[in-house]
T-cell receptor, first 114, second 112 residues
Framework: DAGVTQSPTHLIKTRGQQVTLRCSPKSGHDTVSWYQQALGQGPQFIFQYYEEEERQRGNFPDRFSGHQFPNYSSELNVNALLLGDSALYLC?????????????FGAGTRLSVL | DAKTTQPTSMDCAEGRAANLPCNHSTISGNEYVYWYRQIHSQGPQYIIHGLKNNETNEMASLIITEDRKSSTLILPHATLRDTAVYYCIGNAGGTSYGKLTFGQGTILTVHP
């Protein structure tokens, strides 16, 4: 059983560009959350998707947007990249019917903005 | 979600028990305490969670004080592979279900 998979593993972009990161949730999971982790910091919640809709959102600007597909996979899009967007982007999945709120994380995508 | 406070770093000898404390004095009655860890260059990994009773699984034990203002994660026989950042998180579920608020965590170093 594959866990949470993210692609690509690493990515290098320049300021002003746009980027799309992808996530496939663990089998049986219907809810996907995205986190940003700057170097030396704990992960920060960006947003969560359930039933193809954004269910809740953290304190991130509108440059950060997402999408969830019918197969529960998800994308994170970041427009007009800033140097400060350089971070590890983590995807986590769970199922709201589980009742235990246990998140399973992928290994992340390391984004470098030059 | 409750604010949690953890020591910045701790050391432990291999084979000994590692006891990681967490203060969550503002935790509300319906908030669970979750523990995750993050090994270098990997995503966080769920360890254990509890509400008010002590819990044990194959990875660790969780001891929650009776007033629920603090808890301790216990790794009974630490190995070098347990070296990681350990996060203590309070979460009530409901509208915040799935949203984990990570702090700085505790860097646990297990040495030979």
């Amino acid at each position: 059983d594959a866990g949470v998979t993210q692609s690509p593993t690493h990515l290098i972009k320049t300021r002003g560009q746009q980027v799309t990161l992808r996530c496939s949730p663990k089998s049986g999971h219907d809810t996907v959350s995205w986190y940003q982790q700057a170097l030396g910091q704990g992960p920060q919640f960006i947003f969560q998707y359930y039933e193809e809709e954004e269910r809740q959102r953290g304190n991130f600007p509108d440059r950060f947007s997402g999408h969830q597909f019918p197969n529960y996979s998800s994308e994170l899009n970041v427009n007009a990249l800033l140097l400060g967007d350089s971070a590890l982007y983590l995807c986590a999945s769970t199922t709201l019917t589980g009742g235990k709120n246990i998140q399973y994380f992928g290994a992340g995508t390391r984004l470098s903005v030059l | 979600d409750a604010k949690t406070t953890q020591p910045t770093s701790m050391d432990c000898a291999e084979g000994r028990a590692a006891n990681l404390p967490c203060n969550h004095s503002t935790i509300s009655g319906n908030e669970y305490v979750y523990w995750y860890r993050q090994i270098h260059s990997q995503g966080p990994q769920y360890i254990i969670h509890g509400l008010k009773n002590n819990e044990t699984n194959e990875m660790a034990s969780l001891i929650i004080t009776e007033d629920r203002k603090s808890s301790t994660l216990i790794l009974p026989h630490a190995t070098l592979r347990d070296t990681a950042v350990y996060y203590c998180i309070g979460n009530a579920g409901g509208t915040s279900y799935g949203k984990l608020t990570f702090g700085q965590g505790t860097i646990l170093t297990v040495h030979p």
